[in-house]
Nanobody, 123 residues
Framework: QVQLVESGGGLVQTGGSLRLSCAAS????????MGWFRQAPGKEREFVAA???????FFGNSVKGRFTVSRDNAMNTVTLQMNTLKPEDTAIYYC?????????????????WGQGTQVTVSS
């Protein structure tokens, strides 16, 4: 069983940056694909970014060019760097781990989820 804990959320102004971290425990971290999703009030959960076991990255269209994702297998962490933030980035951000898919971009492809961290971007 993998436990995931997100940190780094908060309030930031439009155009600012935030860095989210996800700490994993209880599993073989290097064997999991890791992803980030977000959910705004009244909206469905949205794919943000993912990084494969070997470090390949891919992003949702709405964040391409602004967000980056990285992982540290020695520290069992994955980081989402968010730049040029916009009010529409406001959401709860979730970290997730996938064991069954090489390029997971859908929520149902992930096996474990964190509790989420709130990101609010003020206009």
């Amino acid at each position: 069983q993998v436990q995931l804990v997100e940190s780094g959320g908060g309030l930031v102004q439009t155009g600012g940056s935030l860095r989210l971290s996800c700490a994993a425990s209880g599993g073989a971290f290097s064997t999991y694909g890791m992803g980030w999703f977000r959910q705004a009030p009244g909206k469905e959960r949205e794919f943000v970014a993912a990084i494969t076991r070997r470090g390949g990255t891919f992003f949702g269209n709405s964040v391409k060019g602004r967000f980056t994702v990285s992982r540290d297998n020695a520290m069992n962490t994955v980081t989402l760097q968010m730049n040029t933030l916009k009010p529409e980035d406001t959401a709860i951000y979730y970290c997730a781990a996938a064991s069954r898919f090489l390029f997971p971009t859908r929520a149902n492809e992930y096996d474990y989820w964190g509790q989420g961290t709130q990101v609010t971007v003020s206009s």
